[in-house]
Each structure stands twice: as structure tokens, then as C-alpha cells.
């Protein structure tokens, strides 16, 4: 199994995984590990999401070119 070792992680950052490790009962490997995991799925599920939501509005069928292009909007936005 892949071992892998953070340096110079901040005070208050390795305080919080302490005191959230205690709290669950579990070692610092296995809070930080739990955290990861549920972070890296969070963050998957959300991507994949996303993805689907653009895929359906790509696939709908919809004449979206009448809607102005979001970097003139964004520039004109700038200029005022």
C-alpha cells in the first residue's frame, strides 16, 4: 500500500485533525485518511454532476445563441 507523508502542515490544521481524530476515535492515519476519502468523493460526485447538468443542456435541443456571450457581458461590466 502507498504510504504518503506531509511536511510543514500548519499549526491550527494539524490541531483541528487531533482534535477531530479524538473525537471520533480514531488515530491521526485514519482521521486524515477518512477525510480524504470523503473529500475526493465529495469532490468526484459534484465534477460528475456538473458534467451531467452541461450534457443535458448541450443535448436539449435548445437554440441557446441568442443569449449574449458571458465575456462582452463581463467586459462591459468592467468598462462601467
Not at 449574449?68 to 468598462?79: A, S, T, V, Y
Request: no cysteine.
Amino acid at each position: 500500500m502507498p504510504t504518503l507523508q506531509i511536511r510543514d502542515i500548519p499549526q491550527h490544521i494539524y490541531d483541528e485533525l487531533v482534535a477531530q481524530a479524538k473525537a471520533e476515535r480514531r488515530s491521526l492515519t485514519q482521521q486524515a485518511l477518512y477525510i480524504l476519502e470523503q473529500n475526493l468523493l465529495f469532490e468526484s460526485k459534484a465534477f460528475n454532476r456538473k458534467k451531467e447538468v452541461l450534457d443535458r443542456i448541450r443535448n436539449s435541443g435548445k437554440d441557446w445563441s441568442h443569449l449574449p456571450d458571458p465575456e462582452d457581458m463581463i467586459r462591459e461590466d468592467r468598462n462601467r
